[in-house]
């Protein structure tokens, strides 16, 4: 029997490096589930974000969109109503779309209330859960995220002995001291205590039993589950037994070098003066962190088995296909920066698991991609995979299922670009840049990552030579730095020519009609000399509108008769 994908499961971490899984070679974080997954599926090794923030990044991920296409910039801009998303175009395929966990979604309430739409209607929910319908949403961070103060997983933890106001804060993210204190997680400095939290009733293992909850009670409909952890993202604390489980000897060395602070690009040189850069790159703080960071990932791990395990046992397997990434990385420190503002590598270079139980996908099993893939591609993947047909005058991303089938398609793209909005940064204050110039875009080919400021120089990385990305050549006037430059500038200026607004006609359309005999044809006469001009040019039209109007058809038979128009 031929197996077919059913259903779509789509996990998502927030701020998990690549290099931090043992299949993307970490040296001592194993992370076998993971491992075991690629081994099912496909790794591929060079999946890149469109922006380097967990806001713009997702609602590229949730349209096929660039965001300069999207338009929700940032973690506050809300994604305007109207903006087609994967259920959108699910639905009408019979798919549910369902939400569990984070989508940093910021709901366009005043586009809602323009259009006349309830938010708690059904439309205006899924406008307001970037086209999901949400079984639980949670986007961590309460009561501070914006979206809700006193979530479901709080009522949770005072149900199992979590008391207080915001059990969130106070169980899972805040640990004890020797001397029985209180420490919040959101200091870096306690990061090496044990959330408060039992371990089984943390938001990771929670958020895997909701999505497992979902998968028992659907019914026969296919559907596409957004599983979105809130971890390994800040506050970096984690409960036991993971809390122990690394230590300061556990952590990679740092990545980065004196000369990048000599005489840096000048927004880099203000990102590195963020609070969060300079803390990083205090002597100390990443090994108080990062164990942590790692016991977070691991946790994720550890439930990966138990959500795999519970989908073998359900006979999911072999009609889901999963796919696994995240929404950005984490500096940790390297490259004198904390959190996630600039492109180097740890940051929009992100993990990328697609298993695919098609028999088609036999050929790849195993294997590790080498090409460039973006995150606007896994939209139309899943359109792919549920029957739906191409919407390239929608969607800018391509879906990866020929490269899942190992029929690599020779157009495949040669570069991948992504995207900040650094408007909201301490960085433009600093520099007195004006709001609408303070926006950065990269592209980068493989080799050579280029990234365009606006009134600023731009940077030039060339990763064959300087893998680390240390040495800024955005200056050099090697001509071979100038040509590289050049060039890519070339390629980021046609790829932003391209037009990404005119949604709403397919390119399809407009190549399979004659729009000039058709205007001609519902009586709109433009450019015509006489009847006799009008009389040839009907012999070529390709009759639509006149043969199924006979008004219009006697308007035109008129027209072209000698008789005219009566008077």
């Known amino acids: 029997m031929s197996k077919r994908v059913k259903n779509i499961l789509f996990i998502m971490c927030d701020q998990l490096r690549a290099d931090y899984l043992s299949c993307y070679g970490h040296p001592r974080l194993m992370t076998p589930n993971l491992d075991r997954l690629a081994a099912r599926g496909v790794l591929f090794e060079r999946a890149y974000v469109q922006s380097p923030v967990c806001g713009p990044s997702r609602m590229s991920y949730y349209t096929g969109r660039y965001v300069q296409a999207h338009g929700a910039s940032w973690n506050f801009v809300p994604l305007k109503a ?29 586009g809602m209330s323009r259009l006349g739409i309830d938010p708690d209607s059904t439309v205006g929910v899924r406008i307001g859960e970037c086209g999901f319908d949400p079984y639980e949403r949670d986007d961590g961070i309460h009561p501070y995220s914006g979206h809700d103060p006193d979530p479901a997983y709080n009522d949770y933890l005072r149900r199992n002995g979590c008391d207080g106001d915001n059990p969130w804060e106070a169980w899972a993210n805040t640990g004890t001291d020797s001397d029985g204190q209180a ?85 880099y040189a203000a990102m590195m003066r963020h609070r969060v850069s300079r803390t990083f790159s205090q002597d100390g703080v990443r090994e108080a962190v990062i164990p942590a960071y790692m016991g977070l990932i691991k946790q994720i791990d550890d439930q990966m088995g138990v959500l795999f395990s519970f989908m073998e046992a359900a006979g999911l397997m072999d009609t889901t296909m999963i796919v696994f990434t995240s929404d950005h990385g984490d500096y940790l420190g390297d490259h004198w920066m904390g959190e996630k503002d600039l492109f180097h590598e740890p940051v929009i270079r992100v993990p990328l698991i697609v298993y695919d139980p098609d028999e088609r996908a036999d050929a790849t099993r195993g294997s590790r991609c080498a090409d460039l893939v973006e995150a606007v591609d896994i939209a139309p993947t899943f359109l792919d995979v549920c029957g739906g047909a191409p919407v390239p005058h929608v969607m800018d991303g391509r879906s990866l299922r020929p ?64 893998p680390d990305e240390f040495v800024d050549l955005g200056a050099s006037q090697a001509p071979e730095h100038e040509q590289a430059r050049r060039r890519l500038h070339e390629a980021l200026f046609r790829w932003a020519l391209r037009p990404r607004q005119r949604v709403t006609v397919p390119d399809a359309a407009i190549e399979s009609v004659e729009v000039q005999p058709r205007i001609s044809e519902g009586g709109i006469l433009i450019g015509y000399w006489d009847e006799d001009d009008l009389a040839r040019a009907r012999q070529s039209f390709k009759p639509r509108f006149s043969s199924t109007n006979p008004l219009v058809k006697s308007t035109l038979d008129r027209l072209t008769g000698k008789q005219g128009v009566p008077q």
């Open 82 to 110: 109207g903006e087609m998303t994967i259920g959108d175009h699910l639905r009408p395929l019979g798919v549910r779309s369902v939400l569990v966990g984070k989508t940093h979604m910021r709901a366009d309430l005043a």
């Open 183 to 267: 420490r919040s997680g959101w200091f870096l400095k306690y990061s090496r205590l044990p959330a408060r939290v039992p371990e089984q009733h943390s938001e990771t293992p929670y958020m895997t039993r909701r999505a497992i909850d979902f998968m028992r009670e659907a019914d026969d409909q296919p559907w596409c589950l957004h599983l979105s952890y809130i971890k390994p993202h800040w506050p970096y604390i984690v409960p036991e037994p993971y809390a122990s489980m690394y230590g300061p000897e556990d952590v990679a060395p740092v990545v980065r070098s004196e000369a990048e602070r000599q005489d840096p690009h000048p927004v």
């Open 403 to 466: 490269l899942l089938f190992g029929r690599r398609p020779a157009d495949w793209r040669r570069e991948v670009v992504c995207e900040y909005d650094y408007a909201f940064q301490d960085a433009r204050i600093e520099l007195g840049t004006a709001p609408r110039d303070a926006w950065m875009r990269m592209i980068f080919d493989g080799r050579w990552k280029y990234v365009l400021f606006e009134g600023y120089r731009p940077m030039l990385f060339d990763l064959a030579s300087d």
